[in-house]
């Protein structure tokens, strides 16, 4: 179940197309806050979502919108954000930074305002659909929060099943609004994906799923042009790599790109696509063209030398070791290189001068791993290749 907690650190952000949509509240600087948001300019969204706020004191949309830009703007600093984490479970042990302890206040104030203002609704009226929505978007948020931050893992199921319940009542009153297809449909899909023993355990508690329902939500969603189609977008290409199906998931992925040509998340994710799908010479341009974009300029503040860690791996996957080196190299070289990437680039260095006898080299790196964080997994992998020189099995 994991896996759909991550899955609302992918895709539970505001819509990315705010021409066609009416945000709530009806308030015009929604527009340009949303297209701050989804080119990752995360210190402009939250000051404009911060002034909607401020004119709309009472309205759970505008906390909601708040809390989320407040949320991603640190889970990437943290470094969770890469969808290449994704594709498997092995997010759940990967190390990252830990959160700012301000900003963790932050987010449970505004989880904690949110939720007082819909039960406030409820409480007058049950059937309120914009209140079980909003809520099931709060829920769906401290989730996240829960699982990613604190990595408080059954407090974080309880809220997205709570989001879950909150969204299937919305269809049931209103079957028209798809923007609550985005939870339902992810929870469907995640339940539906478990081993037959653990499904059997799930459906004993009231928990179901049904993985081609999941999948057809999304669709219905990302299709709608509601303020979680492009949500939907997202996490749907992240599940259907997951599920293999790579020639759908291919054009979600490249329709979305040239819409946010800052988002550099969605850009390596064309590249990760590629390199499930086998095709590593797209790949390796996609992240070839993404660094020397970074270099140009084009991505501003953000970590786009995770492209050329990435081109060093696969590199690397194909015994190409001395094009591994020069990718892994090109991490260093970005001006502010993001401290866990860089350990990682440095440490796969360090094992291609191992492989390509360059003994005094692959040294020099795994130093520079320990010298930079010696409390990190790759720092005590480096501390290994110290003592002993890396040879592949």
């Known amino acids: 179940m994991c896996v759909l907690l991550a899955a609302q650190a992918v895709a539970s952000s505001p819509d990315a197309n705010p021409a066609s949509l009416a945000y709530r509240p009806h308030d015009p600087l929604n527009l340009s806050a949303f297209n701050h948001f989804y080119n990752l300019d995360y210190d402009r969204a939250v000051q404009e979502f911060e002034q909607v706020l401020g004119r709309h004191p009472d ?35 990967a190390p990252h930074r830990p959160a700012d302890p301000k900003v963790k206040q932050q987010i449970k104030n505004l989880v904690e305002r949110a939720l007082q203002l819909e039960e406030k ?163 390796a341009a996609v992240y070839r063209r993404i660094w020397q974009a970074g270099k140009e300029g084009h991505f501003p503040g953000l970590h786009y030398e995770i492209a050329a860690l990435s081109r060093g791996d696969l590199l690397r996957s194909q015994k190409d070791y001395s094009g591994a080196v020069a990718a892994y190299e090109q991490v260093g070289q970005a001006p502010q290189p993001d401290s866990e990437a860089l350990q990682k680039a440095n440490l796969g260095a360090g094992e291609m001068y191992d492989l390509l006898q360059k003994r005094d080299l692959a040294l020099a790196k795994y130093q520079a791993v320990v010298a930079s964080d010696a409390s990190t997994p790759p720092a005590e992998t480096a501390r290994k290749r110290m003592k002993e020189a890396y040879r592949e099995n």
């Open 59 to 93: 309205d759970p949309f505008a906390v909601n919108h708040l809390l989320t830009a407040t949320l991603f703007r640190e889970l990437y600093r943290m470094g969770v954000l890469n969808t290449g984490e994704y594709a498997n479970d092995s997010f759940i042990s």
């Open 121 to 283: 609704r409820l409480a007058a009226n049950p059937n309120d659909v914009d209140a079980l929505y909003t809520r099931g978007v709060t829920r769906a948020q401290f989730s996240t929060y829960t699982a990613l931050i604190e990595r408080a893992w059954f407090s974080a199921l309880r809220n997205a099943v709570g989001a879950r319940r909150d969204h299937e009542r919305v269809l049931e009153l209103s079957p028209s609004t798809l923007e609550a297809k985005l939870i339902v449909g992810a929870h469907n899909y995640v339940l539906g994906s478990l081993p037959w023993g653990v499904k059997v355990a799930a459906s004993m508690v009231g928990l179901g799923g049904n993985k081609e329902k999941g999948l057809q939500y999304l669709r219905e969603c990302a299709q709608g042009n509601g303020e979680t189609s492009i949500d939907a977008q997202i996490l749907l290409a992240v599940f259907l790599r997951r599920e293999h199906l790579y020639d759908e998931a291919l054009p979600i992925v490249r329709a979305l790109v040239p819409r946010f040509p800052q988002d550099v998340l969605l850009a390596l994710e064309e590249g990760h696509l590629l390199r499930a799908a086998g095709r590593n010479q797209e790949a």
